[in-house]
């Protein structure tokens, strides 16, 4: 058997060879029935025995399913919850590993859904901080700043993130977490809920003590300007030059123009007069400069796709490469009665600097939009925007727990869209006053906010939120 990650397998089965740095498993022999104590730090001789430790829990009684055992997919077994036909059902195998508080720990297991019509909200994994009688315990730090800002409330449940599923159904769930100060046992709870006729499977179950994640900080700019009036779109790109190079020179990983910027600069024309193909002429030019100064760039722009044309924002590497687009979907009516044609899909782009996702100016009305991103993994939201509703902006960056970062036209001094970087609270870290300035925000992606009644809400965003069909998810 290939060996495990680092840690050690504590609440199933450990596989030959491994070597355990942690042991909080107590292991029972399946014929036996003889339970002995791991508790020693160090290596011991691994068992290939059952953990017989999980039990199964539902809220109610008249809501139990069927519990059971089976084979997981490298024939370790499997712990099993089934539904019967009726709605509602909601089930669980729970079981508490001791912790030390402040230590971190990484939990994994694999998962297999079956007629599960939605798995992310149906088949999650729970990690509850409990004290040696049971109880919640308290955060150990305040929660953020724009939501009930009171003392530290209790530190709410974890949930560990779905990977891809492999092609006999299987995939990861897993996640790294810090036991608050107070808690003495970690509550790890596999759930089939809301399923009828459907089955899960959890196998390969590991909390193991491990390392703090790094941080991933990056610097995100915005760059305030409106281009002066222009004869042609080079004319107009070559404007924004030395705001890119204030945006280096402030150490920005990604910096973010404003929309449809050749139009916004070639005063009296239309949509076709300065529509391009893309790559063309203009992401050529921003291309070179993202280069020169090694950073992210994400600029406005209209394309042409043979009878096409669309409003568009477009992300260049620091390599000089068009790493994506995205075309606009929401189309106010000065657009479509243009003939602009509406994009349809959400695409979220896994850089260096994180995943990054695209929206432009009129989306920002629209929740769907950013859900939509938030929903494919975005961290980070870059959006050229003519103009909105500045609640909207925080709205969206509150909503879905992401940094946006907004490149406007609007004056600042009017009650309008801003030039800034919003965090995950919906607050402006950096907001532009004046036109021709660059505001650079630093954040660390690897760190999430936490809210009172809360907890970690962007990690609950997809075990919570509703399903948009009753045939399951769109």
Not at 42 to 67: I, M, N, T, V, Y
Not at 226 to 252: D, G
């Amino acid at each position: 058997m290939p060996s495990r990650r680092d840690g050690v397998k504590s609440d199933l089965w450990r596989y030959p060879g491994t070597l355990a740095m942690f042991r909080c498993t107590v292991w029972l022999a399946l014929c036996g029935g003889l339970a002995s104590s791991i508790g020693a730090v160090g290596a011991s001789e691994p068992r290939p025995e059952q953990d017989a430790l999980w039990q199964p829990a539902s809220p109610r009684d008249e809501l139990k399913p069927k519990f059971g055992r089976g084979i997981g997919p490298r024939g370790y077994t499997s712990l099993t919850i089934e539904h019967d036909g009726r709605e509602g059902l909601d089930g669980y195998w729970k079981q508490a590993f001791p912790v030390a508080g402040g230590t971190w720990y990484r939990f994994h297991c694999v998962r297999k859904a079956e007629n599960v019509a939605v798995p992310r909200r149906s088949s999650l994994v729970r990690i509850v901080w409990t004290d040696d009688k049971g109880n919640k315990v308290r955060r150990d730090a305040p929660p953020g700043n724009g939501y009930a800002p009171q003392s530290a409330g209790n530190a709410e449940a974890e949930h560990p993130q779905d990977g891809p599923i492999d092609k006999a159904g299987w995939c990861e769930v897993a996640g790294v977490f810090q036991a608050p100060k107070a808690a003495t046992n970690a509550l790890v709870e596999l759930h089939l809920q809301w399923a009828p006729c459907g089955k899960v499977s959890y196998s390969e179950v590991e909390f193991a003590e491990t390392t703090a994640p790094p941080p991933r900080k990056v610097r995100l700019a915005a760059i305030h300007y409106l281009p002066k009036p222009s004869k042609t779109p080079a004319e107009v790109c070559e404007q924004f030059a030395p705001l890119i190079a204030e945006a280096a020179q402030q150490k920005a990983d990604l910096v973010v123009l404003g929309e449809t910027i050749t139009y916004a600069g070639m005063r009296g024309s239309n949509y076709e007069d300065v529509a391009e193909p893309i790559p063309g002429p203009s992401t050529d030019y921003f291309a070179a400069l993202a280069k020169q100064h090694k950073l992210h760039i994400v600029v406005g722009l209209y394309e042409r796709a043979e009878h096409l044309i669309y409003n568009v924002a477009v992300l260049l590497g620091p390599d000089g490469k068009l790493i994506g687009k995205y075309r606009k979907v929401a189309l106010p009516r000065d657009e479509f009665a243009a003939g602009v044609a509406p994009g349809s899909d959400y695409p979220v782009f896994d850089t260096q600097i994180g995943k990054i996702g695209l929206m432009v100016c009129y989306d920002g009305f629209f929740p769907e939009v950013a859900r939509q991103l938030s929903n494919n993994g975005a961290e980070i939201i870059a959006w050229p925007v003519w103009g909105c509703n500045p609640l909207l902006a925080q709205a969206r960056a509150c909503e879905n727990h992401v940094y946006v970062v907004s490149s406007t036209y609007g004056n600042s001094t009017a009650n309008w869209m801003r030039t800034a970087v919003y965090d995950h609270e919906g607050k402006a870290l950096v907001a532009a006053e004046d036109f021709g300035t660059v505001v650079t925000a630093e954040v660390d992606l690897a760190k999430p906010l936490n809210w009172n009644s809360l907890g970690d809400f962007k990690a609950e965003l997809p075990r919570h939120r509703p399903v948009w069909s009753k045939h399951g998810d769109e």
